[in-house]
């Protein structure tokens, strides 16, 4: 049973960055794959980055390529997302999203396919 507790959301004005972090407790699998996925208002919600552990590579989404990364810190089982460059229609509710087991990096976009997630933080960027 995994856990993830995130924190780092607020409000930022346009240019501004964000770190966001997501404690992922109770991983013990090899292979897992982490999302970060947005749902901005009246949206569905979909994935701006994903990492699979299967594959050892991120995907990125379009909208956020050159100004969003994702890193971990191993030791103490938080991944972050960084974000930069930030601009009004980043706002959103960010969750981060866990599974283990293997996944092909291209199928970590659907969030159908996880298990578990954080409890949300709101994102809000405006002058």
């Known amino acids: 049973q995994l856990q993830l507790v995130e924190s780092g959301g607020g409000v930022v004005q346009p240019g501004g960055s964000l770190r966001l972090s997501c404690a992922v407790s109770?991983?013990?699998?090899?292979?897992?794959?982490i999302g970060w996925f947005r749902q901005a208002p009246g949206k569905e919600r979909e994935a701006i980055l994903c990492?699979?552990?299967?594959?050892?590579?991120?995907y990125y989404a379009d909208s956020v390529k050159g100004r969003f990364t994702i890193s971990r810190d191993n030791a103490e089982n938080i991944v972050y997302l960084r974000m930069y460059s930030l601009r009004p229609d980043d706002t959103g509710v960010y969750y981060c999203a866990a599974r283990e087991g293997r996944l092909l990096q291209r199928l970590c976009v659907l969030p159908s396919l996880y298990d578990y997630w954080g409890q949300g933080t709101q994102v809000t960027v405006s002058s």
């Open positions: 109770g991983l013990t699998s090899d292979y897992y794959a």
């Open positions: 990492f699979s552990s299967s594959d050892d590579s991120t």
